[in-house]
T-cell receptor
Framework: ETGVTQTPRHLVMGMTNKKSLKCEQH?????MYWYKQSAKKPLELMFV???????ENNSVPSRFSPECPNSSHLFLHLHTLQPEDSALYLC??????????????FGNGTRLTVT | GENVEQHPSTLSVQEGDSAVIKCTYS??????FPWYKQELGKRPQLIID?????GEKKDQRIAVTLNKTAKHFSLHITETQPEDSAVYFC?????????FGKGTSLLVTP
């Protein structure tokens, strides 16, 4: 059983819809991340939060809007997405964002399809 | 930003043989190098990692080597088994970000 839980597991949405992805970690970690995983591409870092404060935003389009209300929860709000945004969205957490000895623990991901 | 190159993209070996996956990185300030295994339909899971002040680390059949001067690191799997079949990702940490390679799809045939 993973310590990082993502919902929903699968999501199909139209280009005009608004939806949210949810991530919850039960590991007592202080850092949380959103990654995008597309076929034949590296895992792409989207956002990094440390103690609810966003510390990195990797030039992600504004149609993706993260929210971190506390150190255990992370959301990714989606609106007016494009078909090329279809991918597996992975949430991860780590004990601290700056420590080099703080591995990432991933959730199972949300498979997003934009029609 | 950090650029991580990973080779090969696919690798097929016979059960019992060794497998080697190689990665290079661009940012000399990178100080942490984990390897993740992702089985089909599952999340990436950490299998081994190495810090920049260490040249080699071994855990049973898995070993990782790091050459800081050349900025490359490698994953070695010995005595491969069918359950080792998965996609393997290398990564390098620079600042807050953990940057990943594109992945190597390893197939171990009985």
């Amino acid at each position: 059983e993973t310590g990082v839980t993502q919902t929903p597991r699968h999501l199909v949405m139209g280009m005009t819809n608004k939806k949210s992805l949810k991530c919850e970690q039960h590991l007592g970690h202080n850092a949380m991340y959103w990654y995008k995983q597309s076929a034949k591409k590296p895992l792409e870092l989207m956002f990094v939060y440390s103690l609810e404060e966003r510390v990195e935003n990797n030039s992600v389009p504004s149609r993706f809007s993260p929210e971190c209300p506390n150190s255990s929860h992370l959301f990714l709000h989606l609106h007016t997405l494009q078909p090329e945004d279809s991918a597996l969205y992975l949430c991860a957490s780590s004990l601290m964002v700056s420590s080099y000895n703080s591995p990432l623990h991933f959730g199972n991901g949300t498979r997003l399809t934009v029609t | 930003g950090e650029n991580v190159e990973q080779h090969p993209s696919t690798l097929s070996v016979q059960e019992g043989d060794s497998a080697v996956i190689k990665c290079t990185y661009s940012d000399s300030a990178s100080n942490y190098f984990p390897w993740y295994k992702q089985e089909l339909g599952k999340r990436p899971q950490l299998i081994i990692d190495i810090r920049s002040n260490v040249g080699e680390k071994k855990d049973q059949r898995i070993a990782v080597t790091l050459n800081k001067t050349a900025k490359h690191f490698s994953l070695h799997i010995t005595e491969t088994q069918p359950e080792d079949s998965a996609v393997y990702f290398c990564a390098a940490k620079s600042g807050y970000a953990l940057n990943f390679g594109k992945g190597t799809s390893l197939l171990v045939t009985p």
